[in-house]
C-alpha cells in the first residue's frame, strides 16, 4: 500500500458528514443556549437568597430599634431624667395662655407646632 491510498478517504463519508454538521451546530448551539440560561438562573438565585438574607438582617435591627425606642420612650424614665435636669411639673398659676389671634378653623387640621409656624409675623 502506498501513501495515497491510505489518505484516500470515500466521497460518500466527507458528503454524510457535511449533511449532519448543519444539524449538529444547531443541537450544539442550543445546548450552549440551555446551559447560558441556566447559568443565569443560579446567579439570579443566588442574588435573590443574598437579597433575602440582608432583609432579614435589616428587619432584626428595626425590631432591635423599636425596642430601644420603646424603653427611651417610657414615661418613668423621662421622669427620671426631667428631675435630673431639675425640671418639674408647673404650678397652676404658672400657665399662661397666649392668644394668636387665627381664625379657630385651623385649629382642627393643624397641631400647636403647625399653629406656631402658620402664625402671621409682625
Do not use: C
Amino acid at each position: 500500500m502506498t501513501g495515497k491510498e491510505m489518505r484516500r478517504v470515500p466521497h460518500g463519508v466527507l458528503l454524510g458528514t457535511a449533511k449532519w454538521l448543519p444539524l449538529l451546530l444547531v443541537i450544539f448551539s442550543v445546548f450552549l443556549f440551555e446551559t447560558s440560561l441556566q447559568l443565569r438562573i443560579f446567579e439570579a438565585d443566588y442574588a435573590q437568597v443574598e437579597l433575602n438574607g440582608r432583609v432579614q438582617e435589616i428587619k432584626v435591627r428595626i425590631n432591635l430599634l423599636e425596642q430601644q425606642e420603646d424603653r427611651l420612650a417610657r414615661m418613668e424614665r423621662i421622669d427620671i431624667k426631667a428631675s435630673d435636669l431639675g425640671l418639674v411639673q408647673p404650678e397652676p398659676n404658672q400657665i399662661e395662655y397666649v392668644t394668636t389671634g387665627f381664625d379657630s378653623s385651623l385649629r382642627r387640621h393643624a397641631s400647636p407646632n403647625e399653629l406656631a409656624r402658620l402664625a402671621p409675623s409682625e
